[in-house]
């Protein structure tokens, strides 16, 4: 079934120089796998196409039940290089709510 | 046990929220952070205009306006409102509260040790780009080292009701009275990673206790009166967060986590001057309302670089903004958006980079914005940056003749020509520990 990664997680993000990093953590532990299947690098990049320039890496916290995700050159330079209005990276966690997941009803035990 | 709280997340943070602290219930310590990446640069610029200016200038009234409380219920401060000019800050500080006993910890500023580093051979390069420091020499504006929590516990061990600093781990403000009144060395790396760990979730603020948290946000109690956290800390290293009774926002163990992972890079090494914590060995428990309790985790020795952050001057910006009404609001802000750009091009400008957004269509979200219909209005904001002062200051005067000379329907351009702004970019590199002495002195 599909459905937004807003189902099963919520997010925060932020920035260290042109890396934005977004926090991602799942509502529920037994939501922690589905993360693992779902929220790869390469379709976190691709979801944000042309606004991350770089690669992107993803960290695991099993303790948080969260990802890190790390997208690099993601925020047209940083700081006060960047000409973006979200130069900081504030609300693309919030954008990666709306990613789209594919989940089996069995998986959404609440 | 002694109870941290953290009245500041950035300079220009909420004015009540220190004072809330006080009042609202007991603390034993004050922690005020200030500094941002490029903070340092803009105090810079205010000491060389004036030599008793480049601290945190909301930080002296405050403390005057808090001194009486802070004696009365020997609550000590610590904060890095010095800037670049920690002594003059604590000048004023004593003028402002003439009780109380200010100490002030010094050695982060290496402006005038480049040169310096660059002959014995540290190339300072850039973390993120690889690049040389000596790409940009002639450019720095601003350079400091992050110093880390053993040099404010010895300020604090002054017996200081008010310890200041320049540039600092963000979260060593808050690991420094552990070490302090536990009495934990350089080695506890287990305690330290804790500390640092309890710091980090209070760093910034009320972003720990329901500021900026997405979870069941429309149910949030009483934003307006949003308490400022607490970490109440424990010998051994565990530590509960929580806030004053009656405060607005929420801590749980959610919010908590999305502070965590806030503005952090490999979470097995979280870096800082005093121990690199591994945050996948937190545990986290809900132990009541708007209490979380945090333990088990886990450090390692400190990094034998300590990082510097250096501001140089890169250029000039500018954006300037127009909005365009129904009907067809996105095409004729998008058809607004080239002329200008082939006007620019035909003046013979170069810029580094031309960036154009939608503001109602995708300026937070870019290629990621869901899609919009027919909207009442857009807003095009267009931003160009480049090294010519001259070409960023004609472009400021491309955006207004649009309304007359472009597609019908434009207007939101009372504020009047878009101001060219210095770019005053920040270059982070490493150098080596030895290199960097602190001391601390008491400001009679």
């Given amino acids: ?110 | 046990m002694i109870r941290i709280a953290n009245g500041q997340g950035f300079w220009g943070d909420w004015l009540e929220a220190p004072v809330r602290l006080v009042d609202g219930g007991p603390i034993d310590y004050l922690t005020l952070d200030y500094l941002a990446e490029v903070t340092m640069s803009i105090l810079q610029k205010q000491r060389q205009a004036d030599p008793q200016l480049g601290y945190a200038r909301d930080f002296p009234p405050l403390i005057g306006r808090i001194a009486k409380k802070l004696q009365e219920r020997r609550i000590k401060v610590v904060a890095n409102a010095g800037g670049v000019n920690p002594v003059a800050c604590a000048r004023a500080v004593r003028k402002a509260a003439p009780g109380l006993k200010v100490a002030v910890v010094l050695g982060d500023d290496v402006l005038d040790r480049i040169d310096d580093f660059l002959g014995k051979g540290f190339e300072m390069r850039n973390i993120d780009t690889g690049e040389p420091l000596a790409t940009i020499r002639d450019r720095i504006l601003s350079a400091n080292v992050y110093i880390g929590a053993f040099p404010l516990a010895e300020a604090l061990a002054t017996g200081a009701d008010v310890v200041i600093c320049g540039r600092c781990a963000d979260a060593a403000l808050v690991l420094a009275p552990m070490i302090d009144r536990f009495g934990w060395t350089a080695d506890d790396w287990d305690k330290l990673a804790s500390g640092i760990v309890a710091g980090h979730i209070i760093e910034c603020g009320a972003q720990c206790s329901g500021g900026n948290c997405q979870v069941d946000w429309q149910n949030m109690p009483d934003f307006a009166n949003i308490g400022y956290p607490i970490v109440e800390a424990e010998p051994d290293g565990s530590f509960t967060v929580t806030k004053h009774p009656g405060t607005g926002g929420r801590i749980d163990t959610h919010g908590v986590k999305e502070q965590l992972l806030y503005e952090i890079g490999d979470p097995t090494q979280y870096n800082t001057p005093d121990v690199v914590a591994d945050f996948t060995s937190i545990q986290l428990e809900d132990t009541g309302p708007d209490r979380v309790r945090g333990s088990g985790v886990r450090g390692g020795p400190r990094p034998p670089m300590l990082k510097a952050s250096i501001s140089y001057d890169a250029g000039w910006k500018a954006s300037g903004t127009l909005v365009y009404s129904w009907p067809q609001a996105i095409e004729k802000a998008r058809v607004a958006d080239r002329i200008t750009r082939q006007r620019l091009e035909q003046l013979g400008l170069r810029f580094d980079e031309i960036h154009s957004e939608y503001f109602g269509v995708n300026a937070c979200h870019g290629p990621a914005a869901r899609p919009v219909h027919d909207p009442p209005e857009v807003q095009v904001r267009i931003s160009v940056r480049g090294s010519d002062k001259r070409a960023v200051d004609r472009f400021t005067r491309e955006m207004i003749p649009l309304v007359l000379t472009g597609p019908p329907g434009g207007t939101g351009y009372g504020e009047g020509r878009p101001e060219v702004r210095q770019i005053v970019a920040y270059w982070p590199a490493l150098i080596p520990r030895g290199e960097i002495r602190t001391r601390v002195e008491v400001v009679e």
């Fill in chain 1, 1 to 110: 079934m599909k459905m937004p990664l807003s189902r099963i997680a919520h997010t925060r993000s932020g920035d260290k120089g042109d890396i934005a990093n977004i926090g991602v953590i799942a509502w529920l532990p037994g939501y922690y796998p589905i993360l693992l299947r779902e929220v790869t690098p390469a379709r976190v990049k691709d979801f944000f196409g042309e606004l991350v320039k770089g690669e992107v890496d993803r960290f695991e916290l099993p303790n948080l039940h969260a990802l890190n995700l790390l997208l690099h050159r993601g925020l047209g330079g940083g700081g006060t290089v960047s000409l973006r209005t979200d130069a900081q990276g504030k609300t693309l966690g919030a954008a990666l709510l709306a990613m789209e997941i594919d989940v089996d009803d069995g998986e959404l035990t609440d």
